[in-house]
């Protein structure tokens, strides 16, 4: 985590310290690319979602290698994640799917954005978690404020619920 890497020097640059996670982040994903594709394809849940500690550990390490190729931004890497995203039958692989297509960006995030309010739009908690995701998102245009602003002004937002004005 960015933080704990902030422990390692004095004084801290927060910007130096994400530019250059990103990179590396970046980098590893380009030269384990074939080795981080199996990983998402050989872990994948054919059976029955199971809440014990093996396929908890299995959905960990599948999101996490979709985690990690997202940081490309690749566009055949966002089909992976919308089938991700498509094929979740748990919260985990949905929030990781999305999680991915936040990362890339692009037309298939703001669908699976809309589709994921659509679906859990009477489930605040939830609800909460899409608030985050979108105000966490990646600034690859220099919109972030902008976006948080909108976030803010959304008929679901008040700063009146503490998880709610947390999320954002």
Same mark, same amino acid.
């Given at each position: 985590?960015?933080?704990?890497?902030?422990?390692?020097?004095?004084?801290?640059?927060?910007?130096?310290?994400?530019?250059?996670?990103? #990179?590396? !982040?970046?980098?590893?994903?380009?030269?384990?690319?074939?080795?981080?594709?199996?990983?998402?394809?050989? @872990?994948?849940?054919?059976?029955?979602?199971?809440?014990?500690?093996?396929?908890?550990?299995? &959905?960990?390490? !599948?999101?996490?290698? @979709?985690?990690?190729?997202?940081?490309?931004? &690749? /566009?055949?890497?966002?089909?992976?994640?919308?089938?991700?995203?498509?094929?979740?039958?748990?919260?985990?692989?949905?929030?990781?799917?999305?999680?991915?297509?936040?990362?890339?960006?692009?037309?298939?995030?703001?669908?699976?954005?809309?589709?994921?309010? *659509?679906?859990?739009?009477?489930? =605040?908690?939830?609800? *909460?978690?899409?608030?985050?995701?979108? #105000?966490?998102?990646? *600034?690859?245009?220099? /919109?972030?404020? =902008?976006?948080? &602003?909108?976030? @803010?002004?959304?008929? *679901?937002?008040? @700063?009146?619920?503490? /998880?709610?004005?947390?999320?954002?």
């Amino acid at each position: 985590a960015e933080t704990d890497l902030a422990l390692l020097r004095s004084p801290v640059d927060p910007a130096a310290i994400h530019e250059a996670r990103e #990179a590396l !982040r970046v980098r590893l994903a380009l030269h384990l690319n074939g080795e981080l594709r199996r990983l998402h394809t050989g @872990l994948q849940d054919l059976g029955e979602f199971s809440p014990d500690a093996a396929g908890a550990g299995r &959905r960990a390490l !599948r999101n996490a290698a @979709l985690d990690l190729l997202s940081s490309t931004g &690749r /566009n055949d890497v966002a089909e992976i994640a919308s089938g991700h995203y498509q094929a979740a039958v748990n919260m985990t692989d949905v929030m990781g799917g999305l999680n991915a297509l936040m990362n890339i960006g692009g037309p298939a995030s703001e669908d699976a954005l809309a589709h994921f309010y *659509d679906r859990f739009k009477d489930e =605040p908690l939830v609800i *909460d978690k899409w608030f985050a995701l979108q #105000a966490g998102a990646p *600034d690859r245009n220099g /919109n972030v404020l =902008p976006a948080v &602003r909108q976030l @803010l002004s959304h008929p *679901d937002f008040s @700063l009146k619920n503490p /998880n709610r004005a947390r999320s954002v």
